[in-house]
Structure formats: C-alpha cells, structure tokens
C-alpha cells in the first residue's frame, strides 16, 4: 500500500495540532503553511496593524496567489488570528477545501475524547472529499508507524547535534520536510556530512532558544556562531519530533489524540504550570546562563508566554532572558541583530 503520493492533491495545514497522519491517510500530500518573504503587502486593507504577524504575512502570501497550488487547507483555532484568517480564506480563495479543527485547550479525558472525535470526523471528510471512500484503519495505523519512523530519524538528529550538528541545520531540515514534498529526511551520515562544524561557537555561556515558529533559520544560525545554544524548543523544530503515537492503543483515532494533545505543551495550550515545570527542568538539567524567545509580533500565545518566562522563571532565578518579537517574513534586521550581541555580553 503506497503511503506517499507526490502528485496527489496537496493540504496545507498551520499547525502542529493537526495530525500529519490524518492527511496521508486520505492519500493526500500534506504541507505546512509557514509564511515567508512577500513582495507587495495586501494585508493592511483587510487586517489591522496590531494583528497577528504570522497571520498577515499568511494572508499576503495567500492574496498574491503564493498558496494557489493547495487543493485544500485545513486550520485550527489555535487563537483569533488563526479564526479571522480562516474566514478571510474561505471569502477571498476559491480553495475547494477549508476546514476549522477544533482543538481542545485542555489535557484531560474529556478533552481527549473530544479531540479524538474531531480526528475522526475531519478523517471522514478528508477521505470522502478526495476519493468518495469511508477512511482505512489499516492505512491509518501505517501512517501512524510511518510519521512515528519520519520523528525517530529527526530525533536522531538532535542525539548527534552536541558533536556535529547546529540546530539551524536540523530545523532546516524539518521545515524543508514540513513544506513538502514529504519524505522521509536525508540518511543522518549523508547530513552529517554537508554540515559545517565551525559554524558552531565554542563559548562556554549555555542558552536555550524557545518560542513558536521559525519560517528561517538565519536568526538562529547567526546566535549558534556566537554562543552554545544547548536546547532549542520551537514548534518548527524539536516539537515536532517530540511525538510519538502508541501502537499498542487499539483505536487509532485515541492514539494519536493522546500523543499530540499530551505531549510538551506550547503556548496555544495555555498550561502555565506544565510549560513552567518543563521549562524549570531544562533549566536545571542544562545549566543555562540566558534564554532567548522568539515570538511572531501581536501573537498572542507567544506574548503571554513570553511574559510568564520572564516574570515567573527568569527574574526569580536570576537568568537573563531576550524577547525578539519578529515581524513574520522578514530577514533578521539590524536591530535584531545588535539586539542579540548586547544580550551576549550580559551573560
């Protein structure tokens, strides 16, 4: 049974709440929408300023056709932003599918049947939509071994990364695989082998970089040739290899329910406790001089968590901490950039 269809209809989806596993059951091509440069802005006219960055440079890249080729898209109510561009989609594309996944902000049983029984129907009219036929189990739990092979060869990566590897490699490498076309990523030795290793500072100062979402890795790549970066936890990057679904559940739908909606939290989830508690773990695990966030400017999840890292972790324990709100899109400026070498010289 082939998995993989390159040539099959193409679903781009925003979040790392939406199973992977869902879209190649369908045998559909998934691609994860991540914004990026944009030539002409069109998103002043129907968005406000203060909204979302990642969200406005979505909806530009989506008015001046750059997401043309979707057959079909599917979103998640991670917050308002994400909902105002689902309803600006649906009234200004002519996609043939746009769907609302709703998924649960909480982590208890009732959450996850909930969302276990939004997996199910979204599987439903995926599989109905594009082929006129009832979703395969069995596909489905080859999928799910499938995407839990693509997440142990990723994790892989980063078991390596102290010795040979840079974190901005790796996060290539998963928003090169996340974008599509999917496949599995290049054998390690083959990476391993392309990969540079004087580009990674020797310093003796230990930071970790948290925050959403990273459409490129220039940022990133520009703070690991002057400091150690030890742990990089971003949702374009370890959060995405992080998940594993158990095969010994037989329900396929409450195996991957469970495995995303319990894993680390991120911000959209909004558990302050549990992401402080993981946080404060890395802290004293790692040994960490400084943190670095990275927010999308006016996202909201990323804002309020920002500011609970801050107050709540970094202030108590006596750790430097650097927000650098970006606008989603745009090269690292100037700004940025001298911002990123003023914090290195606190730590």
Not at 34 to 41: F, I, N, T, Y
Not at 45 to 61: D, K, V
Request: with cysteine.
């Amino acid at each position: 049974m082939q998995l993989l269809d390159h040539n099959a209809p193409k679903i781009g989806y925003f979040c790392g709440y939406m199973p992977i596993e869902l879209i190649l059951t369908a045998g559909l091509s998934p691609s994860r929408i991540l914004g990026g440069p944009v030539k002409a802005s069109y998103n002043n006219t129907y968005l406000p300023q203060n909204f979302c960055s990642f969200s406005r440079n979505c909806f530009s890249l989506m008015i001046s056709g750059m997401y043309d080729f979707l057959d079909g898209v599917i979103f998640t109510n991670a917050d308002q932003a994400m909902e105002r561009l689902y309803d600006c989609w649906r009234k200004k594309m002519k996609t043939q599918f746009v769907y609302m996944l709703d998924v649960p902000k909480n982590r208890n049983n009732t959450a996850i049947n909930y969302y276990r029984n939004r997996l199910e129907v979204l599987s439903q009219v995926l599989c109905r939509k594009f082929s006129g036929e009832s979703p395969d189990l069995m596909k489905l739990r080859q999928c799910i071994r499938y995407m839990n092979e693509v997440r142990k060869e990723i994790k892989a990566l980063y078991i390596t990364k102290p010795q040979q590897l840079s974190f901005s490699q790796i996060h290539n490498t998963i928003k090169n695989l996340l974008e599509g076309p999917f496949k599995i990523p290049i054998l390690n030795m083959e990476i391993t082998s392309r990969i540079n290793c004087n580009n990674i500072s020797n310093n003796d100062k230990r930071i970790i970089v948290i925050g959403s979402m990273l459409e490129n890795s220039e940022l990133l790549q520009y703070i690991e040739e002057r400091i150690s970066v030890v742990k990089e936890d971003l949702c374009t990057g370890w959060r995405f290899c992080e998940i594993e679904v158990d095969l010994d559940i037989s329900d396929p739908y409450l195996a991957v329910a469970r495995a995303y909606l319990l894993r680390t939290p991120c911000p959209r989830m909004h558990c302050f406790s549990e992401r402080s508690n993981y946080i404060e773990a890395l802290i004293d695990r790692l040994f960490i001089d400084g943190i670095i966030y990275f927010a999308s400017q006016f996202r909201v999840p990323d804002s309020y968590e920002a500011v609970m890292i801050r107050e709540e972790i970094c202030r108590k324990r006596g750790i430097k901490f650097l927000l650098i709100e970006r606008e989603h899109g745009k090269a690292p400026s100037a700004a940025e950039l001298n911002r990123v070498d003023a914090f290195l010289e606190t730590l």
